[in-house]
């Protein structure tokens, strides 16, 4: 068996445990009905044992991380929490002296969302690039400066070393844990059987520009910003744009601006390079991605793929691509 050690205390998020719990859970559900024996065991340890409580209220059983035999946990994850909750157990001398012989020993440790945080102050990401809560980047970056924070990933994998950018995301580093330890079919059932929009991959950005758009308020280009999404292989210039939005190029461009915090055409590079990067990770060729994304010829998607991402579109569809 395969043991998953969640490191929890009080006031940690409960979801950044829950959730990645039920993804190994499905696993052994989908290794079952395949007549297969389960391959994973998830236990929850805390400093002293005992019931923890977690933000949300809910107290949840715990081991005492002094009773893990040496070598025990295959898997370490520190769960997330906000500051006030966060600097208590930084401060636990029990997970101070413990918690880095722990990770010392596991064949992968990490955290999910601010979890980072712990795992910094112990000194166990020193010289690491890592993933965290978009809320938490700027602050683990100057709090911690060996470490390097990647504020687009949504789960970054640096050797051992897997860190999420929090909450839901804990799950799709499950779902890639689960594709490395046993196979990418089982880790896509196991995503069908929760029932989720995607397998999200690692280098996605937290915010897509969709959701970047939205946030900003009641967009007046919500369905602009929809239609541009469905037609990425579209003429997608400011003219285009203002005639459909029934503006003038010059009200058009100060609005969208106001509305999404872009301008229009940086806004409709980076949807299209976000499609192509979905699109390269399935293994389409360049040309393909190219004619379906509007950045056609495949020069001009190497050219804004490179000054984007600093790396050709065809050596990231050689890293990812799931064939």
Not at 30 to 57: D, F, I, R, W
Not at 72 to 99: F, I, M, W
Not at 153 to 169: N, P
Not at 256 to 264: H, I, K, L, M
């Amino acid at each position: 068996m395969h043991q998953v050690i969640f490191i929890v205390y009080p006031g940690f998020e409960l979801l950044d445990t829950s959730g990645p719990a039920s993804v190994f859970n499905s696993a052994n559900r989908v290794l079952s009905q395949n007549g297969k024996p389960a391959y994973y065991a998830v236990t929850l340890v805390s400093a002293e044992g005992g019931g923890v409580e977690s933000s949300s209220g809910i107290t949840v059983d715990t081991q005492a991380i002094s009773d893990l035999e040496p070598g025990e946990a295959r898997t370490v994850l520190v769960a997330g929490a906000e500051r006030e909750q966060l600097l208590p157990a930084v401060a636990d001398p029990v997970l101070r002296a413990a918690l880095p012989a722990l990770v010392a020993q596991a064949k992968r440790f990490g955290s999910v969302c601010s979890g980072g945080f712990l795992l910094a102050a112990f000194g166990l990401l020193d010289g690491h690039r890592i993933a965290t809560h978009w809320d938490s980047c700027k602050p683990l970056a100057e709090t911690f400066p060996a470490v390097t924070v990647d504020p687009d990933a949504l789960y970054v994998v640096d050797s051992r070393l897997w860190t999420s950018a929090g909450v839901t995301t804990g799950i799709d580093m499950a779902l890639a844990m689960i594709a490395n330890d046993l196979d990418a079919a089982i880790a896509g059932e196991v995503a069908k059987r929760l029932i989720l929009y995607a397998r999200r991959p690692g280098y996605q950005s937290q915010f897509s520009p969709v959701l970047q758009a939205q946030v900003k308020g009641d967009s007046p280009f919500a369905d602009l910003i929809g239609w541009i999404q469905a037609n990425l292989d579209a003429t997608l210039d400011v003219p285009s744009l203002a005639d459909r939005a029934g503006l003038t190029e010059r009200t058009f461009h100060r609005k969208f601006v106001a509305a999404t915090g872009q301008t229009p055409a940086r806004f409709v590079e980076t949807a299209r390079l976000d499609a192509a990067r979905l699109l390269l990770s399935r293994g389409l060729s360049l040309k393909t991605v190219a004619a379906k994304v509007g950045l056609f010829p495949a020069t001009r998607l190497s050219e804004a793929f490179e000054r984007r991402f600093g790396m050709a579109p065809r050596l990231f569809r050689d890293m990812h691509a799931e064939f």
